[in-house]
């Protein structure tokens, strides 16, 4: 992105730094520059000068003067309409400009809100100039843009790519009942206490002591193993 394009599209990116710039490809402009300069102003002055079919008799000057003028009118029109049919990256969003002569659309979207891009070439010669259309898909049903005939498109999903990655929102922790947070903190308590005072699973990793404790039937003894021992002990001693 050159000097110039940051200076005259930061007014399109409100209070956010703007990072890129994607135009269309400049053969997009270039054909209408040729075909318009070749039969528009080469053809009928080669035509007046050399008086083929006897033009000069019938044109005169002032109507070839305003023929060029138009023409030129016409180019500068169509080079601005290229000039400003971009896409504006942002540290925040991506900003959608359309211009033409008598109204101007932008559309301001959150990288997060981007769901899908996708490159479309139009044939070989496309390939070898790097020219291509981009189309990105929002989560609104239905919503796309397209920028047309893109100058190094891979490099346009690259850049996106990278800043949606960065501007991800977290995904939602899911719902639970009371019963499954219930569940987790019994689980919990039981693992902290076969940790402590079950030597003889150590064999078995946590969850599985968990889960054969919790599948027994009856009530699960959480008494430190040291007051479990003592107890059988003094009900032996009364036993004799």
């Not at 270039?30 to 009928?44: H, K, N, Q, R, S």
């Not at 049919?85 to 559309?107: A, E, K, Y």
């Not at 397209?146 to 991800?168: C, K």
């Not at 902290?192 to 064999?203: C, D, G, I, R, T």
């Amino acid at each position: 992105m050159n000097a110039f394009d940051a200076w005259f599209f930061a007014k399109y990116a409100g209070e956010e730094e703007v990072q890129e710039v994607y135009h269309r490809h400049t053969f997009s402009i270039l054909d209408d520059i040729i075909v318009w300069t070749f039969f528009g102003v080469l053809v009928p002055f080669y035509c007046y000068y050399a008086d083929l079919f006897h033009f000069a008799s019938y044109v005169r000057p002032e109507i070839l003067a305003y023929l060029f003028s138009g023409v030129y009118v016409f180019l500068m029109y169509r080079i601005f309409d290229w000039y400003n049919d971009v896409w504006i990256l942002t540290s925040g969003w991506l900003v959608d400009l359309d211009w033409s002569l008598f109204s101007r659309r932008t559309q301001h979207i959150e990288y997060h809100d981007i769901s899908g891009l996708e490159v479309m070439e139009g044939g070989m010669f496309d390939s070898l100039i790097g020219r291509a259309d981009v189309i990105l898909r929002t989560h609104a049903e239905g919503a796309e843009f397209e920028l047309s005939g893109a100058t190094t498109p891979y490099g346009v999903i690259e850049w996106i790519q990278q800043a949606v990655d960065e501007n991800r929102l977290p995904e939602p922790e899911p719902e639970t009942t009371p019963y499954e947070r219930l569940l987790a903190t019994l689980e919990d308590v039981v693992r902290e206490h076969l940790e402590k005072n079950a030597p003889s699973q150590e064999s078995k990793t946590d969850d599985e002591a968990v889960s054969v404790a919790l599948s027994k039937r009856g009530t699960i003894d959480l008494r430190r193993r040291d007051a479990r021992t003592d107890g059988d002990e003094d009900a032996f001693s009364d036993g004799i």
